[in-house]
């Protein structure tokens, strides 16, 4: 965490052609004072604030996305907070392929990649809008263009194949027709010769795995599942 404060203490403001981010240069002041003058629980708290003003809570949806979402029983924009990418680092090395069902404006994603440089990142949203106002922040953040790949699609119509890490915060609500979401991805993370590691924030997939994975973290807000090894 002390990595990421020192780099957005060092970075200018982002280029913010939506207004995405209004409340940036107070919250920023605020961060550099608490670094320069407060306790770790005072740099932490506004370094969370910053957080979530730079992740966004509310994403632009075009009206055809909106129908889209609600049709698939889509979830807001809610941040899933940094202790993912904080504990992410032993499951990323350089070749690793990540995905984000559901990246919004891709800040997980792109700070996995800040921490842990690593081949690619597939963010996979729905809103147009918040891959433009994240190619902003890759730029912004310094992360090579090649290592990200926008997928501007319904994550119902996205495969799971070909990753080694796959982080999800609920992108679809699971029943209706985010149950066949979950089910396929389920299906399609077992049958691959190398099952990725996933983390799953407010987690609904427990329930349409097999006994093939097991979860080997949970606290209630992260659940993290790796394959069970053969044995
Ligand atoms: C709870 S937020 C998670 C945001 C980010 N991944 C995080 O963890 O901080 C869910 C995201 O999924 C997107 N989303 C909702 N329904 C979707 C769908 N059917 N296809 C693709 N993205 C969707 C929303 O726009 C939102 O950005």
């Given at each position: 965490m002390a990595r990421l404060v020192e780099l957005f203490l060092r970075l200018p403001a982002p280029p913010d052609p939506h207004e995405s981010f209004p409340d940036y240069p107070r919250l920023r002041d605020r961060l550099g004072r608490a670094a320069e003058d407060g306790g770790p629980e005072d740099v932490e708290a506004r370094f969370l604030e910053f957080y979530a003003h730079v992740h966004m809570n509310e994403a632009p949806y075009s009206l055809d996305e909106r129908r889209r979402m609600d049709a698939a029983g889509g979830y807001w924009n809610h941040a899933g907070g940094l202790s993912p990418i904080l504990k992410a680092g032993p499951w990323i090395t350089p070749e690793t392929v990540s995905a984000d069902?559901?990246?919004?404006?891709g800040l997980q994603g792109l700070l996995l990649q800040v921490l842990y440089p690593h081949a690619r990142t597939a963010q996979i949203e729905i809103s147009a809008r918040m891959k433009d106002i994240g190619e902003g922040l890759r730029e912004w953040l310094g992360v090579?263009?090649?290592r990200v790949e926008w997928v501007v699609e319904d994550?119902?119509?996205?495969?799971?194949?070909?990753?080694d890490f796959i982080y999800l915060y609920?992108?679809?609500?699971?029943?209706?027709?985010?149950g066949e979401f979950y089910t396929r991805l389920a299906r399609e993370v077992e049958s691959e010769p190398r099952p990725p590691v996933i983390f799953s924030i407010a987690d609904c997939l427990k329930d349409f795995l097999s006994d093939r994975y097991e979860a080997f973290y949970g606290d209630g807000h992260l659940t993290c599942f790796r394959a069970v090894p053969p044995s």
């Open positions: 069902f559901g990246a919004g404006n090579p263009s090649g994550v119902l119509n996205v495969p799971a194949t070909g990753y609920r992108p679809v609500r699971p029943d209706g027709p985010g």
